[in-house]
């Protein structure tokens, strides 16, 4: 699986859940039988299916008259181009489901997307999600799913063992790792075969990089910042080499894949995955001790006073500009963006971690990396992920971070390379200061 910054969003977005459902207007074109037809477009991920039908299902009891009709595409480039030709030739469902943040860009949304700024539909979504569904000053789209958190996966039972505390420094995860290497267990778990999870010590450390920088994503966009020369930046690519510097890999970690390093994880024999919080949901069936053997916790910065996590928005809900039945569609997106769809969804598919809707509570029985995200959020102690705040991300980055954490090239290198790397992609798309 490539996850670069395009594809990376796409298989998170697809974890992280989408959903369906709508109503409709009497002022619109119905049926003979006065019903109201929504076409909705998802991808064709489990999650993803799995949480459209439960809020289609709830949607519908609820609103006899209107029917929802979901179809599903691919995911990844493959369906982030089926998305983009169906917008480019008015071709799109009335709406559909798609990443929120940068990618969001590409859609070139003010020519192809319904405009929601300041519209009622938007009135229990969470104020801090919205940046991540606007551009250019106005608002295209509602959460779908949950938030995520990209950081360390942990085996509590392990750590229970041993007598570990969350560690809130490097320093505190480095000596964490050291206990559990002597206890001959693997410290840290890395599965490079699937290159895209090598990027989660870089990508995972940006709440770090902010707390330092505050301003380092708009200057990063702006070709005013750099990775080789933002020393918060570098310890992305420091981390890498430090835990193979050390030893705490597990062997074998260069053919290793996701699904190998999940089941490490959970069966104990790993203790700490670099990964996203979206991977838990869909182990349960076959280890249902995922749901409370695993949490998470924030990449560790150098100040614990500043401890926090780096997130994963959910994916959004857009309107195409084609609808002839914009009524009906904002009706949908009102359902969506509600308290009762949450309740719906948490009845078939395991919150991976927050809702960013004001109300939707995760329910008591939540997995508990959905809570020790919650956590964070509560204590705005969180920063979106940057590929949600800057367009820039070089497709050659999940490549570089194998060489480093492999050891075949030194973390100054790797992140220079990456600049270099950055700057290709920031020029492709015109971006000013590049």
């Not at 749901?291 to 006073?305: H, L, N, Q, S, V």
Request: glycine letters at 10%.
């Amino acid at each position: 699986m490539k996850t670069s910054h395009r594809t990376l969003g796409a298989a998170l977005a697809a974890l992280a859940l989408a959903a369906s459902t709508s109503c409709g207007s009497g002022s619109e074109p119905a049926a003979g039988d006065g019903t109201v037809t929504l076409s909705f477009l998802v991808d064709n991920s489990q999650a993803t299916l799995d949480t459209a039908k439960a809020m289609a299902d709830a949607f519908m009891k609820a609103n006899p008259t209107i029917k929802i009709e979901t179809e599903s595409r691919p995911g990844g480039t493959e369906g982030d181009n089926i998305v983009k030709t169906r917008l480019s030739t008015g071709d799109m469902s009335d709406v559909f489901w798609y990443n929120s943040g940068s990618l969001l860009q590409a859609l070139n949304p003010a020519q192809t997307m319904v405009d929601l700024t300041n519209d009622p539909v938007l009135a229990k979504v969470q104020k801090d999600f919205l940046p991540v569904v606007t551009q250019a000053g106005k608002v295209y789209g509602v959460p779908t799913g949950t938030a995520g958190g990209g950081g360390i996966l942990y085996n509590r039972k392990v750590y229970e063992k041993l007598g570990l505390e969350v560690p809130k420094t490097w320093d505190e995860f480095m000596a964490n790792n050291e206990k559990i290497k002597a206890d001959g267990i693997t410290p840290v778990i890395s599965t490079f075969k699937d290159t895209w999870t090598s990027q989660l010590f870089v990508l995972g450390d940006f709440y770090n990089v902010q707390a330092a920088n505050p301003t380092f994503a708009q200057d990063y966009t702006a070709g005013k910042a750099k990775f080789a020369t933002t020393p918060a930046a570098v310890a992305g690519f420091q981390h890498l080499a430090d835990v193979h510097a050390k030893g705490y890999l597990n062997e074998g970690f260069g053919s290793a894949t996701n699904d190998q390093g999940m089941k490490m994880l959970v069966e104990g024999k790993g203790a700490h995955y670099p990964m996203l919080s979206f991977q838990l949901p869909p182990l349960l069936a076959e280890y249902p001790q995922a749901a409370t053997d695993i949490g998470f916790f924030g990449i560790p910065g150098t100040d614990p006073a500043k401890n926090g996590a780096t997130i994963w928005e959910p994916a959004g809900i857009y309107i195409a500009k084609t609808t002839e039945h914009l009524d009906a569609a904002k009706k949908f997106l009102a359902f969506v963006a509600s308290p009762e769809a949450a309740d719906a969804v948490n009845k078939v598919v395991a919150p991976a971690g927050p809702y960013r809707i004001e109300g939707a509570e995760l329910p008591d029985d939540a997995i508990q990396v959905a809570k020790d995200l919650q956590a964070y959020i509560d204590k705005g102690a969180t920063a979106p992920a940057l590929e949600f705040l800057s367009p820039v991300k070089g497709p050659s980055l999940e490549q570089i971070t194998v060489a480093v954490g492999s050891g075949l090239t030194p973390p100054a290198e790797g992140a220079a390379q990456y600049d270099k790397d950055v700057e290709k992609q920031a020029k492709q798309l015109g971006l000013a200061g590049w």
